[in-house]
């Protein structure tokens, strides 16, 4: 099997390496690429997000099956053309990409599907959205309706800088946003690969969205992932497939828009149970790092057959003992305008480390930062303890001139620090 893989992140990067370590897998091309996923791959020059132009790559390199990394592409409509050129693609359709691109589109999802989430309001005038945060009770938690690359969430306590948000928001982030009530409670990040039908659920993993140690500073994309879940509920997965995706995937179905491809269900386990806190409709960066360590079942096969109808005859999914770490490697004032163009280089890493490209570029031979995350340093050990300290060793082997990274990536867990709050019955839900 020939693959086009379509981004240029670190999600990517796992992606390939994981295909690579498939013995199925004949040939792949990832476009545009990143100096790590060269190494591995075919690399070609694409706009990714124009539907055409992925068409003719696939055309020309052949491929059996066109994997869309990110979001834009997919909302771009870059599926659909993939799909109406016969070609088997991994990613759903514009339509229902709109699980991620619309905030208050996925809520309306949700309501009719009967899905536990938080409370919400939707607003296009921002002296309307003024009034209504001014009597609402905080943390307030503010959405933008559209794509805006992990940024376009504010959670906080002071109402001015919310309401200077949400104003923000309006007028350069689609003209809509959402406010929700505040869900407390750990989160958790639940992929699975679906064929619009059939739902097959991977490794729960939870990722670290605040710039700084603590929780402290401004959300990004993400700083550090790790799974499994050592204080995760038993039977928490099979009841958010019953009670959340299967209901969804139903849903979309029923609309006429099947979603086939990765829905990511981001959750907060409450004391109620499991609720959704937001959809994507691709794999999550950096949590794919994690996942796709962990996983032992080969790649490809589990692509094709979500692009094919053919997930209902995969058998159980095979993972890997231990855990996974990844801590990101950022720019200098990331999440702000990053600094980019300095060299990275990467010293000796120790067994079960790999070095993931995000922002990098090749400059002859020498490999220079060009975004805002610039490394995923993931980890596979034992325990989750040995995987945490793997992956520090590999961030430490890391030059880059003014890089920044969380020193505290999975560390509660080591600790014994997180749980899920005791709820009903046994944490499930209650019917609403």
């Excluded at 794509?147 to 969430?153: D, E, Q």
């Excluded at 406010?179 to 409670?185: I, N, P, R, S």
């Excluded at 140690?213 to 039977?235: C, H, I, K, R, S």
Aim: proline fraction near 6%.
């Amino acid at each position: 099997m020939k693959i086009l893989v379509v981004g240029s992140g670190a999600r990517e990067h796992a992606l390939v390496l994981a295909l690579s370590r498939d013995p199925s897998v004949t040939g792949i091309v990832c476009a545009p690429g990143n100096a790590g996923t060269a190494a591995l791959a075919e690399t070609r020059a694409l706009d990714a997000t124009d539907p055409a132009a992925v068409v003719a790559l696939a055309r020309e390199v052949a491929a059996d099956l066109v994997v869309v990394g990110a979001e834009g592409p997919l909302v771009a409509g870059v599926a659909d053309a993939v799909r109406g050129a016969g070609i088997a693609c991994f990613g759903p359709s514009a339509a229902a990409a709109r699980l991620e691109g619309s905030k208050s589109f996925a809520k309306d999802v949700m309501q009719a599907a009967g899905v536990p989430t938080a409370a919400a309001m939707v607003f296009e005038d921002d002296n309307d959205c003024a009034a209504y945060l001014a009597g609402a009770t905080p943390p307030y938690v503010i959405k933008a309706d559209g794509l805006a690359a992990g940024k376009g969430v504010h959670v906080g306590l002071d109402l001015p800088t919310a309401v200077d948000f949400a104003r923000d928001a309006l007028r350069s982030l689609g003209g809509r946003v959402v406010v929700e009530e505040f869900l407390d409670g750990p989160e958790v990040s639940l992929f699975a690969l679906t064929d619009g039908a059939a739902v097959v659920p991977l490794l729960p993993a939870q990722d670290f969205k605040r710039a700084y140690d603590d929780d402290e500073g401004p959300n990004t994309g993400g700083m550090g992932a790790y799974a499994p879940l050592p204080w995760l509920p038993a039977g928490l997965v099979d009841d958010v497939l019953e009670r959340v995706l299967q209901p969804v995937v139903d849903e979309m179905a029923a609309r006429g828009t099947p979603f086939s491809g990765l829905l990511y269900a981001g959750l907060a386990i409450t004391s109620r149970g499991p609720e959704v806190i937001e959809f994507n409709c691709r794999f999550g960066d950096p949590e794919t790092q994690v996942v796709l360590a962990m996983l032992e079942t080969p790649l490809a096969g589990l692509l094709h057959a979500s692009a094919t109808g053919g997930l209902a005859d995969v058998g159980p999914l095979r993972w890997r003992e231990g855990a996974a770490v990844t801590v990101v490697v950022a720019a200098e004032n990331y999440p702000g305008t990053p600094v980019t163009g300095d060299e990275v280089t990467v010293g000796v890493l120790p067994n079960g480390v790999d070095v993931l490209h995000a922002g990098t570029r090749l400059d002859g031979e020498r490999v220079l930062s060009s975004g805002g995350r610039v490394l995923s340093v993931t980890a596979a050990g034992t325990s989750l303890e040995a995987a945490r300290d793997l992956a520090y060793q590999g961030v430490a082997a890391v030059t880059l001139r003014g890089a920044h990274s969380r020193s505290d990536v999975a560390l509660r867990a080591v600790r014994g620090e997180v749980r899920a709050p005791e709820g009903e019955a046994g944490g499930r839900t209650p019917a609403r």
